[in-house]
């Protein structure tokens, strides 16, 4: 290996939650195919596990272990996982999301609190396991998916949004406060995934399939996931928006 790490993408880990569906699955196909060292986390091992299979199958290097994000020791413990792997962590894409959608008024607090400790606490240790290491090390990178959601408030979509409203502030807040770690903010518009499927709500469910009738595909967030790993260390690609040409949203 050369002395300087970040200079070839071959060379980076990257860490990937919520990577058994949707952006992180996309992600961790690309990036492999890119010669990155994937790692992925997620709750659904056996999707992990096939995943992980095809991606060796196309020569690319990938690890896998079961990750629950709203548990700080899990967070940590797959940090520690990738950094025995690979002796190091240059990236930890917090992916993982959930988007149960109703109106407050519907009262589903523990759908409420789900994506507060999905969408919030998630990206949350994912800072706080990383961190430490990264400071260490002298660089890396957090790149923190939140959605258009996070840009503009919609009816039933009241908690989410909050959720990735707050991603945009902890981000901001983390690059203002480290100078040697980058920090990048990716708002999907509609995308293909399965964020919709755990909405209870009847009626925000059929107006979210109103509202997805145009999408885009899970690999068009991925591309702009790994043109801002791409970047020299002294270049931070501090926030993208990736929407549907045709999306009003």
């Given amino acids: 290996m050369t002395t300087n790490e970040n200079s070839t993408n071959g060379q980076k880990v990257v860490l990937i939650t919520g990577a058994s569906s949707g952006i ?16 992925l986390g997620a709750r659904r091992t056996d999707r992990l596990e096939k995943l992980v299979s095809e991606i060796h199958a196309e020569g690319g290097s990938a690890k896998y272990r079961a ?28 992916n993982a999301g959930v988007m149960p959608l109703s109106k407050l008024e519907a009262l589903k607090i523990d759908e409420w609190n789900r994506m507060i400790d999905v969408n919030i606490r998630g990206v949350l240790h994912g800072i706080a396991a990383g961190l430490p290491l990264m400071q260490q090390q002298g660089r890396g990178q957090f790149i923190n998916i939140s959605s258009i959601g996070g840009h503009a408030v919609s009816p039933t979509a009241a908690v989410y949004c909050a959720t990735k409203f707050a991603v945009g502030a902890i981000s901001e ?24 499927d755990s909405i209870s709500d009847s009626e925000a469910r059929q107006g979210m399939q109103d509202f997805r ?12 996931i790994l043109f801002a790993i791409e970047q020299p260390d002294d270049v931070d690609v501090s926030e993208i928006i990736v929407r549907p040409t045709a999306s009003p949203y």
């Avoid at 203002?176 to 964020?195: A, D, K």
């Avoid at 009738?213 to 702009?224: E, L, N, S």
Wanted: no cysteine; glycine share 6%; charged share 20%.
């Fill in 24 to 39: 992180g699955e996309a992600t961790a196909r690309l990036l492999a195919r890119s010669g990155l060292h994937v790692v």
């Fill in 67 to 94: 990750l629950d994000v709203t548990s700080l020791e899990d967070m940590q413990s797959f940090v520690r996982f990738a950094k025995e792997a690979f002796g190091r962590i240059n990236v930890i894409v917090n």
């Fill in 173 to 196: 807040g983390l690059r203002q406060e480290v100078t040697n770690i980058r920090v990048t903010v990716i708002s999907p518009g509609t995308t293909e995934s399965e964020l919709a």
């Fill in 213 to 224: 009738k145009i999408t885009i595909p899970a690999d068009a967030i991925a591309r702009a």
